[in-house]
T-cell receptor, first 113, second 109 residues
């Protein structure tokens, strides 16, 4: 596609509900990243894929967070039993490979009430 | 944790003036990338500068990199109201992009 596409753009979840956020990277991009951005802060790294392999998940804040990219293209970030502190913008990004420009999507805005 | 630090945190200038934002980092880098983020939007890539480069230009943007001081700067010349946004530097080293908290630039018409 023309750019990184994320859905939903906005999600309101009740505390305790599970959510799934989808990312369609730029076609052919090998690397895929997830970031979390709280209001007024810079993006914080969550996890990184190279093709279908999750090479780094050190940024996932708890075991309630899970990401997958089973076919090396579309990725899903799942948050189980959402808490209020999970409210943030979740940004997906992709790149042709290590050391190259990383392009971001518009983000998925999650509000947990 | 955020290992890139932008300075200043906020900057307000008049339209037509130049804006300079600085970025410092602590560990070695492969490259450093600058991004712009408008309120409520995603990050837009501006410039990538590699560790063996010292300066890059793109339109009204000029980025410098001093690896000995572990710092970079972004200069926006002849600023416009549309340049109002947050600007982030992010470094790539042994880990994926690490961002600072950004500089919030306000350009007053």
């Amino acid at each position: 596609g023309a750019g990184v596409s994320q859905s939903p753009r906005y999600k309101v979840a009740k505390r305790g509900q599970d959510v799934a956020l989808r990312c369609d990277p730029i076609s052919g991009h090998v690397s895929l990243f997830w970031y979390q951005q709280a209001l007024g802060q810079g993006p914080e790294f969550l996890t990184y894929f190279q093709n279908e392999a999750q090479l780094d998940k050190s940024g996932l804040p708890s075991d309630r967070f899970f990401a997958e990219r089973p076919e090396g293209s579309v990725s899903t970030l799942k948050i189980q039993r959402t808490q209020q502190e999970d409210s943030a913008v979740y940004l997906c990004a992709s790149s042709v490979g290590q050391g190259n420009t990383i392009y971001f999507g518009e983000g998925s805005w999650l509000t947990v009430v | 944790s955020q290992q890139g630090e932008e300075d200043p945190q906020a900057l307000s200038i008049q339209e037509g003036e130049n804006a300079t934002m600085n970025c410092s980092y602590k560990t070695s880098i492969n490259n450093l990338q600058w991004y712009r983020q408008n309120s409520g939007r995603g990050l837009v890539h501006l410039i990538l500068i590699r560790s063996n480069e010292r300066e890059k230009h793109s339109g009204r943007l000029r980025v410098t990199l001093d690896t000995s001081k572990k710092s970079s700067s972004l200069l926006i010349t002849a600023s416009r109201a549309a340049d109002t946004a947050s600007y982030f530097c992010a470094r790539t080293g042994n880990t994926p992009l690490v961002f600072g908290k950004g500089t919030r630039l306000s350009v007053i018409a």
